[in-house]
Structures are given as structure tokens and as C-alpha cells.
């Protein structure tokens, strides 16, 4: 899963618990980290800054600092005995929605 920002940055997940930011154009990857498990959702945060991603076997939503690459906190948010699947952060950055693999939002 990937994710673009307006700020020509984009962020990728994967499977092999990496997470990436990587600049457009040009495709290099300006900044790789790992997280703690499978990586099954990325949102940039409104501020820029912050990158949320979901750990969908864990139920957990990791915050990473793109200015230092460190991990900046995490919210457990299992709701579902499914994986989460996707995130989604409002233009405000109040609400965070995850999805589950059973329908649950």
C-alpha cells in the first residue's frame, strides 16, 4: 500500500515490516524504517510530520517522526478479531478510521 502527500512525498508499507518515504519525482527513498510487524495501511498525519501505519496482525497503529525516522508512540486499536486492513485520517486530524478484513470500520 502507498500513500502521496501534496508536499511530492510519497510513503509505502510492506510485508516485510519496512515503511518508506520516498521522494516524487525522482523515486528515491528519502527515509526507511522498520516497524513491528506487518505493514497493512500508511496515512501521512495533517501536520506533514507524522506518519501513521497499521499493524494489522497486532491491532496497532504505529506514529514515526519522518523528519528523524523514530517512532513517535502507538495506539492499540483492535476491534475485530480480523487483521486491519486500511487507514484513513480526517483533513483535520481529529478522527482515525481503520478497517477490518470482517467490514468493521
Not at 31 to 50: C, I, K
Not at 66 to 92: H, N, W, Y
Request: proline share 4%; glycine share 14%; with cysteine.
Amino acid at each position: 500500500m502507498a500513500v502521496v502527500d501534496p508536499d511530492r512525498k510519497m510513503a509505502s508499507g510492506a510485508s516485510d515490516c519496512t515503511l518508506c518515504v520516498w521522494n516524487i519525482p525522482g523515486g528515491d527513498a528519502r527515509l526507511t524504517m522498520e516497524s513491528s510487524g506487518l505493514v497493512s495501511g500508511v496515512v501521512f498525519g495533517p501536520d506533514d510530520r507524522a506518519l501513521l501505519c497499521a499493524i494489522g496482525n497486532h491491532g496497532v497503529v504505529e506514529r514515526w517522526d519522518i523528519r528523524t525516522g523514530k517512532q513517535r508512540g502507538f495506539l492499540s486499536v483492535r476491534r475485530s478479531k480480523m487483521s486491519m486492513e486500511t487507514l484513513a485520517l480526517s483533513p483535520d486530524g481529529r478522527w482515525l478510521l481503520s478497517g477490518y478484513g470482517d467490514g468493521f470500520v
